[in-house]
């Protein structure tokens, strides 16, 4: 199956500032996916990225918020913006990884603080 | 809406003892993931279950899928310690499209000597 590098692995901001997460995978994927874990929580899918298309938005996520790029088919960022408190989470990539055998490969998941 | 429900949401269980953790859904999918996640790590993934009547097993764990049911377990046979994390599941959303993984909330599993 596919493996994801994810950076930065943590990090503390300040409110109001941005974040960019990169996922690098080291094959050719079609799709990647972007969750969010708040603590203590489950995971909640953010958005889905195609390359050469806008990505997909789940309900109560929108770009303005996590804009994500897509610009070839091994790479892939999330940016949080204008973050507050309420931002700190995990925040996790992943692939459909090879073929259905394997399932979906996360990234090792950037752990955000905002303060 | 696609709901995934996990019990227990907490499991504390003796070395040496069996135990099930059981995942319900609410709509027709047929497929279904099982992840394991350490303390402040990502997900490893455990098992793909991929129709009715699939059973898989790997060391210590055996999980199942009954799509008429909308269940899946994931049985713990004679713990360990080194079993100790949360153990997720997860269903495609969207009729069984690619890409929206609905998650359970989750067992957090500890196992003591």
């Known amino acids: 199956s596919a493996v994801i590098s994810q950076k930065p692995s943590r990090d503390i901001c300040q409110r109001g500032t941005s974040l960019t997460i990169q996922c690098q995978v080291d094959?050719?994927?079609?799709?990647m996916f972007w969750y969010r874990q708040q603590p203590g929580q489950s995971l909640t899918l953010i958005a889905t990225?195609?390359?050469?298309?806008?990505?997909?938005?789940e309900s109560g996520f929108v770009i303005d918020k996590f804009p994500i790029s897509r610009p070839n088919l091994t790479f892939s960022t999330l940016t949080v913006s204008n973050m507050s408190p309420e931002d700190s989470s995990i925040y996790l990539c992943?692939?459909?990884?090879?073929?259905?055998?394997?399932?979906?490969?996360f990234g090792s998941g950037t752990r955000l603080t905002v303060v | 809406e696609l709901k995934v429900e996990q019990n227990p949401l907490f499991l504390s269980m003796q070395e040496g003892k069996n135990y099930t953790i059981y995942c319900n859904y609410s709509t027709t999918s047929d497929r279904l993931y099982w992840y394991r996640q350490d303390p402040g790590k990502s997900l490893e993934s455990l098992f793909v279950l991929l129709s009715n009547g699939a059973v898989k097993q790997e060391g210590r764990l055996m999980a199942s899928l009954d799509t008429k049911a909308r269940l899946s377990t994931l049985h713990i046979t004679a713990a360990v310690h080194d079993l100790s994390a949360t153990y997720f599941c997860a269903v495609e959303g969207y009729g069984g499209s690619q890409g929206n993984l609905i998650f359970g909330k989750g067992t957090k599993l500890s196992v003591k000597p």
């Open positions: 992943s692939d459909l990884g090879t073929g259905e055998r394997y399932g979906y490969t």
């Open positions: 094959s050719q994927v079609t799709m």
């Open positions: 990225a195609n390359q050469g298309s806008e990505a997909t938005y």
